[in-house]
Structures are given as structure tokens and as C-alpha cells.
């Protein structure tokens, strides 16, 4: 069974940094891409960042610069390094898997999320 | 960038209703388009993708249809888990926006 568990999230200050992590299993990790999609509280899904089996790496323009997504297939596991956060980042961050044998940016399968919240 | 445009953002139905939702790209997509649900307090789930295929172990009352910049989920006649949240995604290229969401409530 395809389990994704995100962890990381927490209260930060503006400004702040945060890593998220989401941890893989029931699948073949290295053979998939990864993405990272957020929901603000009350709101719509909103894509985050990509990253494709060869290391190729798409963000969003309201997070370009400052959030950088990676994995590590020894470990299983994807991340989110998030630098100069805002308030409109607090939100739900959900790890989301790709289809087999596509790297078209799709969600195949989710995580139940992790709530980030930026405040001071 | 590519913008999903949802209608109806919100829908009030009935256990049994035939209900259809549609979702218009701002660009022409071909059938690079999938549907999710999302219930309440879950994580959203993928029913539909390339406009019309259904993922595995989604009920055969989903379906999709549309291709180019409109396309439909239909749901063919409404369940009880059914009422739920709805969002389209174009997923042909950057930066692979969601719409804005279409709640069914029940009537």
C-alpha cells in the first residue's frame, strides 16, 4: 500500500525557515516524481514544487526563491526547505506522488498533510 | 500561465441527482486534465485523469469528458460520500493550476 507521511510543520515567525519532510513507502520511490501542493486554510490547492526522477525541479512563482524542494532516494523521503516565509504561506502542505511512468506534474497519491503556520 | 475557471463554485443535489460540474481552461490543454474530490478534514483524492479515464477503484458513477478548453465530471447518480469538494487541474504545462473548487452540498 502507497503510504506518504509528511511531518515538519509547526508555528514560525515571519522570516523564519522550516523543513518539511514526507516519508515513502509501498512504492518503488526513486521511480517516481514528487511534488509538494498547499492549501491555505479555507482555500483552493495550490501547487507547489516538483521534482522528477532525474533531479529536475519546477516551483511556483510565489515560492521561487525562497522554497527548495528535494529528495533522497536511499532514505525514501522528500523534502521542503522553506526560507523567508510569510504569513500566506501558513497553510496545509500535502506530499503528493506522481503516475507511474509519467512525469507529467499529476497526483496520483497523497498525504494527509502537515499544517505550517506562519505568525508572529 | 494557464487559469482553471470552475462553475458552479457551489452546487446543492440530492442522493440520486445527476450532477455535472465543468471547468474551463484560459488555453487550449488537449486532454491534460485531471478531477479530484476532496471530503472534509481528508486529503484530496484522484478520480479522473486525461479528461476521461478513470483511476482505479473510483466508482464507474464518475466520468469525464471534454477536451481542448472545456471539459465535464458527471456524476451519474449522486452518493451519500459523494458530497465533497471538487477541483479540476491542467496538468499540460507550467504551472499546473487547480480551479477554484466546486462544493456539492446536499440539498
Known amino acids: 500500500e502507497v503510504q506518504l507521511v509528511e511531518s515538519g510543520g509547526v508555528l514560525v515567525h515571519p522570516g523564519g525557515s522550516l523543513r518539511l519532510s514526507c516519508a515513502a513507502s509501498?512504492?518503488?520511490?526513486?521511480?517516481?516524481?514528487m511534488n509538494w501542493v498547499r492549501q491555505a486554510p479555507g482555500k483552493g490547492l495550490e501547487w507547489v514544487s516538483y521534482?522528477?526522477?532525474?533531479?529536475?525541479?519546477y516551483h511556483s512563482d510565489s515560492v521561487r526563491g525562497r522554497f527548495t524542494i528535494s529528495r533522497d532516494n536511499a532514505k525514501n523521503s522528500l523534502y521542503l526547505q522553506m526560507n523567508s516565509l510569510r504569513d500566506e504561506d501558513t497553510a496545509v502542505y500535502y506530499c503528493?506522488?506522481?503516475?507511474?511512468?509519467?512525469?507529467?506534474?499529476?497526483?496520483?497519491?497523497w498525504g494527509q498533510g502537515t499544517l505550517v503556520t506562519v505568525s508572529s | 500561465d494557464i487559469q482553471m475557471t470552475q462553475s458552479p463554485s457551489t452546487l446543492s443535489a440530492s442522493v440520486g441527482d445527476r450532477v455535472t460540474i465543468t471547468c474551463r481552461a484560459s488555453?487550449?490543454?488537449?486532454?491534460?486534465l485531471a478531477w479530484y474530490q476532496q471530503r472534509p478534514g481528508q486529503a484530496p483524492k484522484l478520480l479522473i485523469y486525461?479528461?476521461?479515464s478513470l483511476e482505479s477503484g473510483v466508482p464507474s458513477r464518475f466520468s469525464g469528458s471534454g477536451s481542448g478548453t472545456e471539459f465535464t465530471l458527471t456524476i451519474s447518480s449522486l452518493q451519500p460520500d459523494d458530497f465533497a469538494t471538487y477541483y479540476c487541474?491542467?496538468?499540460?504545462?507550467?504551472?499546473?493550476?487547480f480551479g477554484q473548487g466546486t462544493k456539492v452540498e446536499i440539498k
Open positions: 488555453q487550449y490543454i488537449s486532454n491534460w
Open positions: 487541474q491542467q496538468y499540460n504545462s507550467y504551472s499546473w493550476a
Open positions: 486525461k479528461a476521461s
Open positions: 509501498g512504492f518503488t520511490f526513486s521511480t517516481y516524481t
Open positions: 521534482i522528477s526522477t532525474t533531479g529536475t525541479v
Open positions: 503528493a506522488r506522481g503516475q507511474v511512468g509519467s512525469s507529467y506534474v499529476i497526483f496520483q497519491h
